[in-house]
């Protein structure tokens, strides 16, 4: 990592979802949703380092990509370069700059690590350089990148539809304890939809009513939320993957009021009212060895 001063140090924070449906396929192949998304307080931080010229180079523009985490490419394919190269392009930048990612967020675990590392990379080259784009301009640039960077850019807690980019702010949340344990296991996204196809054409599909989610949110009725936590992939990833029942039945003997997978998984959060039993929960939880204890995190909703 580097010793210098960063030019502007921002925190990308990870996102779960209380409610997650799919409502029917595209013709672009992607799926059209029903989701309510909720950043937590787990996050990466991400230094720019901006300077007329990168040593060594004699490229104006140029963007570098350094990483503490040995498995996230530092290459034009990390969103984080790519958004910074979108408003390089755009607003003919010539400066260079060196992004640097402090990685916390697991990797491919339903929590948009790379989609909120690309939101704050937007947020960031936008105040430094004086760019003068609103939130709403920058959740325009930051769909071309992926459905979730826009509720990333947004934060809080938003219903959104589409295939996730149609976005409605919901207010601020009472704060729950959050108990989130990431499986040491992929889940491919492509795998969890395809099979939800398959498994939707065979009648084996029992949607959750994210509706009655939105609207106990929206009448400020929050201890009703764990109660109506639902997400239809469940019904595709808990059969291939047992570890996650087998977390959450751990989260709830310890006294969760609800606990849901995120995404496609294999991210799993239990939603805890009490903060001691919360804390006994993580020990619990670490104690069982079903999940590494550095993939195991307390923490709580960020609005």
Same mark, same amino acid.
């Given at each position: 990592?580097?010793?210098?001063e ?17 409502t ?9 949703l029903?989701?309510?998304?909720q950043?937590v307080?787990?996050?990466?931080v ?10 060594g ?23 984080a ?20 990612i ?13 989609s909120t590392?690309?939101a704050?990379?937007l ?8 760019l ?19 509720f990333?850019?947004?934060?809080? +807690? @938003?219903?959104a539809?589409? =295939?996730g980019?149609? %976005? #409605? !702010?919901l ?12 499986p040491d296991?992929r ?13 939707l054409?065979?009648?084996?599909i ?18 009703c ?34 606990t ?8 799993v ?8 039993k919360?804390? +006994? @929960?993580?020990?619990?939880? =670490?104690?069982?060895? %079903? #999940? !590494? ?11």
């Open positions: 990592m580097n010793n210098r960063p030019s502007i140090e921002l925190k990308a924070y990870a996102k779960i979802n209380l409610g997650l449906d799919i029917g396929r595209r013709e672009d192949g992607y799926h059209d029903k989701t309510i998304m950043q307080d787990l996050y990466d991400i230094r720019l380092y901006a300077e007329a010229e990168i040593t180079s004699q490229e104006p523009g140029q963007i570098l990509i350094s990483c503490d985490h040995s498995m996230i490419p530092t290459d034009e394919s990390n969103l370069y790519k958004a910074g190269r979108l408003l390089f392009d755009e607003f003919q930048i010539t400066d260079s700059m060196l992004i640097e402090e990685k916390n967020i697991p990797m491919a675990a339903g929590l948009a690590g790379g590392d690309a704050a990379v947020r960031g080259v936008n105040d430094y350089f004086g003068g784009l609103s939130d709403d301009e920058l959740m325009q640039r930051g769909v071309k990148l992926g459905a979730d960077v826009p990333c850019i947004m934060g809080g +807690t @938003a219903y539809e589409g =295939v980019d149609q %976005l #409605v !702010p207010g601020v949340m009472d704060d729950f304890v959050v108990l989130l344990a990431v296991t889940v491919s996204t492509k795998w969890a939809y395809t099979t939800y196809d398959k498994m054409l065979a009648g084996e029992v949607h959750p009513n994210t509706d009655q989610l939105r609207a106990a949110i929206e009448m400020e009725d929050f201890g939320v764990p109660d109506f936590l639902g997400n239809v992939l469940e019904l595709v990833t808990i059969p291939e993957y047992q570890i996650v029942a087998r977390v959450k039945n751990e989260m709830m003997k310890c006294g969760a009021a609800g849901l997978m995120s995404g496609s998984g294999p991210s959060y239990g939603l805890f009212i009490d903060e001691e919360a804390a +006994t @929960a993580f020990d619990w939880l =670490v104690s069982q060895e %079903l #999940v !590494p204890e550095e993939r195991i995190f307390l923490t709580g909703f960020h609005n």
